[in-house]
Nanobody, 126 residues
Framework: QVQLVESGGGLVQPGGSLRLSCAAS????????MGWYRQAPGKERELVAT???????NYVDSVKGRFTISRDNAKNTVYLQMNSLKPEDTAVYYC????????????????????WGQGTQVTVSS
């Protein structure tokens, strides 16, 4: 089927940078939108940034000017470059793929509406 695997999280000091990556695997034909969400302790999961297959982007106001989302369609991979990190950016970051068309083992075409990664921890602290 479809799996998303994130990497790149970790501990960073305020003002530092991290780059998250998320690779989608499986017999993928196409992916409509890809994005990043985050969930801090005691808070609901929130949208951070999304990018369409045509590379149109959208960001939550709190990260505009600091985070940049990009994707490599050939590799079915989405990235999140995070600069000028703040303690309030601390959260588990989840990768999302929306509208994933893939080929089954029997050659049929199927669509997954939403696929999620397992999450990667980002901690911003001195």
């Amino acid at each position: 089927q479809v799996q998303l695997v994130e990497s790149g999280g970790g501990l960073v000091q305020p003002g530092g940078s991290l780059r998250l990556s998320c690779a989608a695997s499986g017999s993928i034909i196409s992916i409509d939108d890809m994005g990043w969400y985050r969930q801090a302790p005691g808070k609901e999961r929130e949208l951070v940034a999304t990018i369409t297959s045509g590379s149109s982007t959208n960001y939550v106001d709190s990260v505009k000017g600091r985070f940049t989302i990009s994707r490599d369609n050939a590799k079915n991979t989405v990235y999140l470059q995070m600069n000028s990190l703040k303690p309030e950016d601390t959260a588990v970051y989840y990768c999302n793929a929306h509208g994933v068309d893939y080929r089954t083992a029997w050659g049929s075409r199927r669509r997954v509406l939403n696929a999620w990664g397992q999450g990667t921890q980002v901690t911003v602290s001195s």
